[in-house]
């Protein structure tokens, strides 16, 4: 149970391998608060704890494998009086301060200390420090970072923003995994640039030599060679032309009813 009296939460959390290199010691360290178990979770999958721990003392040590700990979101869970999981949840700082608006209940473990601070203004919502990593998924919380609009305008001014976005935090390879999502949507010459801009931390991770990879083999024209096939006349046509400003290629099938109904539309 968690007590609405206390007005700070401090943890702790270091990271210590053992004899074992399998083996990985967490601590958590909260102070001023009552909560018998602590939960670590996946912050997608929060109903299944990945460990908890027992309260000695304001202390909780988590024994883990270095399996369990993924570059992934985590959350922080107690259970309430019923015996529900309850997330602990943080109000967004680089965005605002002290907003109900921006209230996420993840983070990213790479800090060997996390310090958790009750709001005085939002009754039941905390602001976490767990370092840089946690810091750029919070900057790029509202939107879906790497992802590049077709629009010319748009689009510069995305790559701007991106780029500023990566020189406040050169290291992240939480932005880096963000840029993997939406590699599709940038060209070469784009995605180079951006990733240039990360320093040698960053560029030491899988990610960044994935990335790397795709940029130097990627091609922004279609890489499918252009078939020819017969028209309604029956003559030869390449599937593609190459001075259209778009190409539509539709797919159907001739037992599909709606299919055949909607190619009169099509051809018009």
Not at 77 to 84: A, F, R, T
């Amino acid at each position: 149970m968690l007590k609405k009296t206390y007005t700070f939460l401090f943890i702790l959390l270091t990271a210590a391998c053992k004899e074992t290199s399998n083996d990985i010691q967490l601590r958590i360290e909260i102070q001023d608060a009552i909560i018998d178990e602590l939960y670590l979770t996946d912050a997608y999958d929060w109903g299944k704890p990945i460990s908890k721990a027992k309260n000695e003392n304001s202390l909780f040590t988590f024994q883990l494998s270095k399996s369990d700990l993924k570059e992934t979101l985590y959350s922080l869970s107690y259970k309430n009086d019923k015996g529900k999981l309850n997330k602990l949840n943080f109000y967004n700082h680089v965005l605002s301060s002290d907003s109900q608006k921006y209230v996420v209940d993840a983070f990213l473990i790479d800090s060997s200390f996390i310090a958790v601070t009750r709001s005085k203004k939002l009754d039941g919502y905390y602001s976490i420090k767990a370092g840089m990593e946690t810091d750029a998924f919070f900057k790029t919380q509202m939107m879906n970072f790497g992802y590049l609009d077709a629009d010319l305008a748009k689009r510069t001014e995305q790559i701007q923003l991106y780029a500023n976005i990566i020189d406040s935090y050169q290291g992240s390879t939480f932005l880096l995994k963000k840029l993997n999502e939406n590699k599709s949507t940038l060209k070469k010459t784009e995605l180079t640039a951006l990733l240039s801009r990360f320093n040698s931390n960053a560029s030491n991770s899988s990610t960044y030599k994935v990335l790397k990879t795709y940029a130097v083999s990627k091609n922004d024209h279609p890489v499918f060679e252009n078939y020819k096939f017969e028209n309604e006349l029956s003559i030869a046509t390449e599937i593609y032309s190459s001075s259209a400003q778009v190409n539509m290629i539709v797919f159907w099938a001739s037992w599909c009813a709606p299919c055949r109904q909607e190619i009169p539309a099509l051809k018009k």
